[in-house]
């Protein structure tokens, strides 16, 4: 595996690709429209954030957001929480997904691990969507009612989606791998109207039939009026236990009007409720609004994705992950997007990159483990594939280490945009990302968002350039939270992000911005390692590990003792069945104290089987640490949030056996 440091310049766009993105294109229009000069990014941004109400505004103007009537304002406050944005305004945010579109064209491509790669064009699914509205009205949906999803990413729960919100009701979906009570503990909450679902679902070649989990977790949640049933597994799937059961293809058969209706709302009413990962206790339902996400989806899929109508979009993602709600506003760029409902290393690890040509895929969106694995593999995506289309790569998930940046260029394409990014689900987009007209550096990710005023702040609450601190937002972000659901005084919510540093919005990641304004996440910031007063984040270990090609995941915490000091075991899964042998740890070891410092050493690595995950695929860092502190799982684990539950038993045994803490 090839050494790239990090900071190494491997990327920049040439003047015709400059001027084609849709970013000089706004610039220019900033330019014509209100007399404004921006020499470079880091200009536009600056200006973004220290002039919120006129960026927001012309983000308004520009993308000609359609409103029932005025706004009175852009904003109420510079407050944090408690800003209201464009009161006044009445929107909906599927009017904009089917406005101006030309209905021949692709709208959507899909596939599964038993479903044949199809495409839908923007008329199908504006017919589809009618039908499903009007299945909806019939059974009493109206704004502010609740439609919960357990289906995966397929083309009907797009369907399902576009129509809920055009009704100005209230959107929420789990991915069908999530277990019965990791449901019930998000829908019970919402007490959600009409419930949508399937049978079953098919991953890494095996089905999994669903059927009587979603007969017990409707027995949990009485407020279920009807049921629209996905025969997705199976054509004769028996739906009866189910409450009114009424099939898909019934709930898109027309029996009445030809066109949508949209249902105007206030700009602040709720689009969707998602979920924290609830390691720890019962998932935080996260409310987001209408006119909020309509506005940062259209900004971040416009000119940070430079999304259009000539372009592919892909993200792999589940139904449980906001990136699902993010690839689904890649549509109100008018651009096509590609869903796939599968394992991304089934019938094997080339699969996804094959999936890549066969699309003719232009952005392709995935995990920072998934391009890892990649590079681990010794893929060559550039040599077997026909990736001529393909312009653009992103990543979130985790930082994505500078080995992979160039791993990219040497073996998927060497004229390629590289973005990683990093955002949540708790603002549901990413709010450092990528640009089009920015260089790309190893490790690095290119810019703050515009509009979002990012800093990284030291212990004392200052901002501070070219040293790790908390991330932070100083300054509202129409994204951000409504409320939580259930949550009327908003205790939870200021709890959440506002606690460190009153009227601040802090995310909880490690932070460095550099000189030249790209930034570089370190992991969790209560998962960070400090041996001797120096800290890091757990990325920087986690990056020097992923170069010891054996190992094929890891894990670190660190424990604090007694005497002052802290033990720092780091958790190995190894490859291919391969054992962790003294040879192998040394080269652990190695690449620890070369790469980060010889304090950061683990004082032991111990290999595992698996390491504990959310169903979305994080890493429970800080819940592991807890464990290996001595604390009762069930205090500190959500077991309903994990995607292996049985990864968590040589933990628990571990802190038996060998923590003394």
Known sequence: MESVKEGTLLWKPDKQRKKQSNLYKYIDW????????????HALWEWSVHNLEAFWESQWEYFNIRSKQSYDAILTSREMPGTTWFPGAMINYTEHIFRDRDLNKPAIIHASEHRATQEVTWGQLYIDTVAFQQTLKKLGVQKGDRVVAYVPNIYETVVAFLATASLGAVWSSASPDFGTQSVIDRFKQIEPKVMITVD???????????????????????TIEAT???PYLNEQTNFNKLKNPIQWSDATTNNGDKSLTYEHVPFNDPLWVLYSSGTTGKPKPIVQSQGGILLEHLKAA?????LGEDTRFFWFTTTGWMMWNFLIGGLLSGSTIILYDGSPAY?????LWRFAEQTKMTAFGTSASFLTASMKDSLEPGKEFDLSHLSNISSTGSPLPPEAFGWCYDHVKSDLWIASVSGGTDVCTAFILGAPILPVYAGELQCMGLGAKIESFNDQGKPEIDAIGELVLTAPFPSMPIYFWNDPDGTRLHESYFDVFPGIWCHGDYLKITNRHTGIIYGRSDATINRGGIRIGTSEIYRAVDQVKEVSDSLIVDIPNQDGGSATPLFVVMKDGAELTDEISGRIKTQIRTQCSPRHVPTGIYQVTDIPKTLNGKKLEVPIKKILMGKPVEQVVNIGSLSNRRALDYFVQFAKDEMKV
């Open 30 to 41: 900033l330019k014509k429209e209100k007399g404004l000069y921006f020499d470079d990014y």
């Open 200 to 222: 079953g679902y098919s991953y890494n070649g095996k089905n999994f039939d669903r059927t009587e989990v979603v007969a017990n977790i409707q027995a949990a949640l009485p």
């Open 228 to 230: 629209i049933t996905i």
């Open 302 to 306: 416009t000119f940070h994705m430079d």
């Open 347 to 351: 019938p094997d690890n080339k699969w």
